[in-house]
T-cell receptor
Framework: AQSVAQPEDQVNVAEGNPLTVKCTYS??????LFWYVQYPNRGLQFLLK??????LVKGSYGFEAEFNKSQTSFHLKKPSALVSDSALYFC???????????FGTGTRLQVFP | GAVVSQHPSWVICKSGTSVKIECRSL??????MFWYRQFPKQSLMLMAT?????????EQGVEKDKFLINHASLTLSTLTVTSAHPEDSSFYIC???????????FGPGTRLTVT
């Protein structure tokens, strides 16, 4: 069965420090991978995607993610965290064969001033 | 671009009544729309996928007679929760994708409370 895993329920980081939110996937074929962010009582906002090409993907608000096929990972990173980055982050995956996305369970990022 | 709206943003209804939630793609034609349900502090659960002009495809365990989905145009899909009960209280989120695109664009969500 296809799945997307986010092993951390919560990540805490001090403002100004680099942050990493982890995501691993188990998707048949060539995966399409996405990161979304959700603020309280709001829908999901698209951050970035990997479809093909360069393994390092740059997205909105200074976030980036690296597609690692050997480790089946797609970790979200940012060099310097902001308090305003505090939110719920979802990793999602899909394939060419379906238009559905499989979501991870979400990771709550808390950036402390 | 790629803005999706939902209406209403929140609704309170009495048990036994029906509630309709609208999802609109404002600046693009959405060939496919998706309806999700999210419980507090949990991930999104896909309820159904709908393509314009055809019947929705429901995920296993989702009652199609209870959650009626209509995708009448390329910019509008509706979810009607029929005979709502308190256990239907949840945050409902729609998303839309363009033909040939892989990412989904999400609406802001609708919080339904059934009393």
């Amino acid at each position: 069965a296809q799945s997307v895993a986010q092993p951390e329920d919560q990540v805490n980081v001090a403002e100004g420090n680099p942050l990493t939110v982890k995501c691993t996937y188990s998707v048949s074929g060539n995966p399409y991978l996405f990161w979304y962010v959700q603020y309280p009582n709001r829908g999901l906002q698209f951050l970035l995607k990997y479809i093909t090409g360069d393994n390092l993907v740059k997205g909105s608000y200074g976030f980036e993610a690296e597609f690692n096929k050997s480790q089946t990972s797609f970790h979200l990173k940012k060099p310097s965290a902001l308090v305003s980055d505090s939110a719920l982050y979802f990793c999602a995956g899909g394939t060419r064969n379906t238009d559905k996305l499989i979501f991870g369970t979400g990771t709550r990022l808390q950036v402390f001033p | 671009g790629a803005v999706v709206s939902q209406h209403p943003s929140w609704v309170i209804c009495k048990s036994g009544t029906s509630v309709k939630i609208e999802c609109r793609s404002l600046d693009f034609q959405a060939t496919t729309m998706f309806w999700y349900r999210q419980f507090p502090k949990q991930s999104l659960m896909l309820m159904a996928t709908s393509n314009e002009g055809s019947k929705a495809t429901y995920e296993q365990g989702v009652e199609k007679d209870k959650f009626l989905i209509n995708h009448a145009s390329l910019t509008l899909s509706t979810l009607t929760v029929t005979s709502a009960h308190p256990e239907d209280s949840s945050f409902y989120i729609c998303s839309a994708s363009r033909d040939g695109a892989y990412e989904q664009y999400f609406g802001p969500g609708t919080r339904l409370t059934v009393t």
